[in-house]
């Protein structure tokens, strides 16, 4: 039982470039988000999913998009990288709504 | 959503005993109250959570008084490794609900 893994885990874009992020969860839940965090600072939702084929916006949505076309995969993808979205990236999962959330190990994204 | 205070740090020593208060003045009757404890280049892990007054599991305990304008997360004999920010988190079960982190409180625990 994996939990919540996100890949990669490290990545550096020049700015200008697309990738995907890719989080899995193995325990059948419904929720998914993805998350940024800043040095030294709080996490920020990006985008949120409450079920397969839902996608909503969080408090930062610009410059991302996200889609769950499997229940237990959740992509968050840049189009065009920026240096502002240098941060490290979490992912987690929670089996309804304000139930326990479980994290992944975080993806560290550096835009030069 | 309800707006939470938390105190930015909290210094505390081996062996204490310590209690973070969060403010929740505009919690609402569904609201629950819930808190995380994140390390150093991890994600979050849920601690605890609670609806009214109070709740206890092995890490540690939640008091929430009767008005639940606030709660206070008590950790019992704190060690090195409690060393962490902790988010209190408040939000119902519902829909509308979308799990947002404040900025926490830093916590340092010394030898």
């Known amino acids: 039982n994996a939990g919540v893994t996100q890949t990669p885990k490290f990545r550096v874009l020049k700015t200008g470039q697309s990738m995907t992020l890719l989080c899995a969860q193995d325990?059948?839940?419904?929720?998914m988000y993805w998350y940024r965090q800043d040095p030294g600072m709080g996490l920020r939702l990006i985008h949120y999913s409450v079920g397969e084929g839902t996608t909503a916006k969080g408090e930062v949505p610009d410059g991302y998009n996200v889609s769950r076309l499997k229940k237990q995969n959740f992509l968050l993808g840049l189009e065009s990288a920026a240096p502002s979205q240098t941060s490290v990236y979490f992912c987690?999962?929670?089996?309804?709504?304000?139930?326990?959330?479980?994290f992944g190990q975080g993806t560290r994204l550096t835009v030069v | 959503l309800a707006k939470t205070t938390q105190p930015i740090s909290m210094d505390s020593y081996e062996g204490q005993e310590v209690n973070i208060t969060c403010s929740h003045n505009?919690?609402?009757?569904?609201?629950?109250i819930t808190w995380y404890q994140q390390f150093p280049s991890q994600g979050p892990r849920f601690i605890i959570q609670g609806y009214k007054t109070k709740v206890t599991n092995e890490v540690a305990s939640l008091f929430i008084p009767a008005d639940r304008k606030s709660s206070t997360l008590s950790l019992p004999r704190v060690s090195l490794s409690d060393t962490a920010v902790y988010y209190c988190l408040v939000g119902r079960m519902d829909s509308s609900y979308k799990l947002i982190f404040g900025s926490g409180t830093r916590l340092l625990v010394r030898p």
């Open positions: 505009n919690i609402a009757t569904n609201d629950y």
């Open positions: 987690a999962s929670s089996l309804m709504v304000n139930t326990e959330a479980f």
């Open positions: 325990m059948n839940h419904e929720y």
